[in-house]
Structure formats: C-alpha cells, structure tokens
C-alpha cells in the first residue's frame, strides 16, 4: 500500500452532523496576497500597548491571587493562633480556679483547726483522758477482784488439806521449833486439842531427845500453833501464816472472813 491511499483510507470515514460539536467556519484571504492587511507604525504601537496591558493585567490578577493566597493564609494562621490562645487561657484558667479552690479550702481547713478543730480536739482529749482514767480504775478494779479470788481459793485450798490431812500441820511445828529451841533449851508448843490428837506422837517420836512438852490448848485455832522458849514466843496460827502469805499481794484479807447470815464454819 502505498503512502496515498494509506492517506485517503485514514480520512474517507463521513462525520455526521449530531457528532460534531461547535464549527468555526475559517475563511482564507486571497491567493494572490490582495487579501493582506499592512500594518502602519501605530498599528504596531497599539497592538505593543495591548500585549503590555495583557501582561500587566495579568500580572496583577497572579499577584492578587497571590495576595489572597498570602490573606487566607494569614487568616487561618490567625484562627490557629486565636483557638490556641483561647485553649490556653482556658487551661491556665481552669489551673488557676483550682489553685483558688484549693488555697480557698486550706484557709478553711486551718481556720477550722485554729478555732472549732481545736476545740474539738480539745474535747476529745478530754474524752479520751476519761476514758483511760476509768479504764485503770475498772483494770485495777478487776486485778484486785481477781487476786481475792485467788486468795479465797486459796483459803480453801488450806482447809480441805487440813480436814483431809492432820499431819500437814506438823512442817508447821518443825520450822517454829528450829527458829526457837537451840542448846537443849525447854520448849513449849501448843496445839488445839484435834491437832494435839493428831500429830503430838508423830512429834514426840520425831524429837525424843529434846525438851518439848506438847500441851492441848482450845485457846489455839485449829491449824496452827504457839511454840514458847525462854520468853520467846513464836505465833504459828493460820491467822498469822496467812497475813503474811498475802502482805507481798498488796492484801490484808483475815483468814477468817465474817460469815454470811446463814453460814457456817467448821474451825478451820
């Protein structure tokens, strides 16, 4: 194929009229050039002065488009900086109103404890100061209780070993015999008559040797005994043991207490 007809078959396709758009008809000047205009020295002049006028025109339309460009951005950047300072006066005033809020309190706080906290404090400590006072008076209150319960058990602790035991009374003789008889010297002890019963051959078998005469008294309490030597006299009656049993104590208890109406008392 040759350059022609690849020509003539690119552009032998009709156009229809519904395909085409806008037509500007174009109409060409003669041939022979009698067609041409000739410009003179002030068509030249005037068409300089328009294309200067486009430039210039457009000149100032780019610069104010710039400018607006360069005034939009300077507005947002202003917003920015408003909405900015406006978040920072907030933060720094919500900071602020704290700070009043709390200093406010505090003053609150301390002149509370400058007048009704202290005499609060004041008050309670004088709750308090009772209520330790009371609390060591009913402590020593129940310290004393309890060793007088101690003291009675203990009361009855002695007189059931003596109803069931006669004979523990006669460690009792031994130690106010040792403390008085010395060199042979005469001595004499005396027991109730149920304690004589019970212990003085016990006693006599005991000390064959030396110079005791055992000698039934009622006047003596039973359990215990007086022991005479040369004058010397030395009380072993429970009454006495027990006073100074329980002296250490802090107690001065008889060992015969005042019975109920209505009680009784074996005499032990």
Known sequence: MTASSKYRSAYTRFIPREELGHATPVQFGAVDG????????????ATE?????EQLRAQQEAHAAQTQQML?????????????????????????GRAEAALEWQQRLDEYVAGQGQEAAL??????????????????????????????????????????NPQALLPVVREALEMVVSDGRPATVRLHPQDHAAVADALRAEMPQASVQWVADA????GGCLV???????????????????????????????LAPGGDDDGI
């Open 34 to 45: 009698s067609g041409l205009k000739i410009f003179s020295a002030e068509d030249k002049l």
């Open 49 to 53: 002065q328009a294309l200067q006028e």
């Open 72 to 96: 939009l951005e300077y507005q947002a950047q202003a917003q920015q900086d408003r909405d900015t300072a406006v978040q920072q006066a907030h933060a720094q005033g919500q900071e602020q």
């Open 123 to 164: 008050r309670l400590e004088a709750v308090v100061q009772t209520l330790q006072a009371q609390l060591q008076a009913m402590q020593q209150h129940m310290a004393q209780d309890v060793l007088e319960l101690a003291c009675d058990i203990a009361r009855q602790v002695v007189r059931q070993e003596l109803r069931a």
């Open 219 to 222: 006047a003596v309490a039973p």
């Open 228 to 258: 005479d030597a040369a004058g010397t006299v030395v009380n072993g009656s429970l009454e006495k043991r027990w006073q100074r049993a329980i002296a250490p104590l802090g107690l001065a208890a008889a060992w015969e207490p005042e």
